[in-house]
């Protein structure tokens, strides 16, 4: 899973303001037993502005918003979000099913980070996509941490890992829709990506010297 693990304005999804050079990412690692999580980050798809933060004017005076159609609450934009997290098909496991990441990489979180996001962004569309959605989900794992699940109830937590990397409801997937993939396939393109950085965010150092991280199993890239 790519997680947005730090606290932000956005009511579901919680963000970091890290980034590695390979894109607006940052891996969190969630290392339970032999299983890792990890989830995206990118800027809120929804502005949610506060109506304390907003200027009276003197009465009969239209306000330069006032044709504009109204903000979604945060009610709204959070029940859109769980249900394009229902509405996910199942992750089927196909025969060309990916390999789990094994050796080294498992022994620490910046290596498994910068392995996570090489993979999940190195995609060839020659192959089919659900192997590697089906391999997302193959590294994800099961956190109550909640900077890490926001207001995701727990039935729908396993489905976490592929929504954070497919869902396109700002039109940014890391893994680009069954059509777009198709596309590509049909000109035998493919994506190559390098690690350059891993960082773990000062927020997230913060939270956890805090005590605000109540999973100690829990690390952030």
């Keep these: 899973m790519t997680m947005k693990p730090i606290a932000s304005s956005h009511p579901l999804r919680r963000r970091s303001a890290a980034a590695l050079a390979v894109g607006l990412l940052v891996a969190a690692t969630v290392v339970l037993g032999a299983h890792v999580v990890t989830r995206k980050t990118e800027p809120p798809a929804h502005a949610v502005v506060s109506p304390a933060a907003t200027t009276s004017l003197p009465e009969g005076q239209p306000s330069a918003g006032s044709a504009r159609q109204p903000e979604a609450s945060i009610d709204t934009v959070v029940a859109a979000e769980l249900n394009r997290i229902r509405d996910l098909p199942p992750v089927s496991t ?50 109550t941490e909640p900077l890490v699940v926001g207001l995701v109830p727990a039935d729908l937590r396993d489905r976490l890992a592929v929504f954070t990397v497919t ?35 000062l927020a997230w150092r913060n939270a956890v010297a805090a005590g605000r991280v109540t999973d100690p199993g829990v690390t952030c890239r």
Excluded: C, K
């Design 94 to 143: 196909p025969s060309e099913a990916q390999p789990r990441i094994t050796g080294d990489p498992m022994t620490q979180p910046d290596l498994f980070a910068a392995e996570f996001v090489r993979r999940l962004l190195t995609q060839d569309f020659r192959t089919p996509r659900d192997a590697h959605v089906a391999w997302v989900q193959s590294e994800s794992s099961v956190t």
């Design 167 to 201: 869902d396109n409801g700002d039109g940014s997937a890391l893994v680009p829709p069954a059509g777009t993939w198709h596309t590509l396939a049909a000109h035998a393109a493919y994506d190559t990506a390098t690690v350059d950085q891993v960082i773990e965010p």
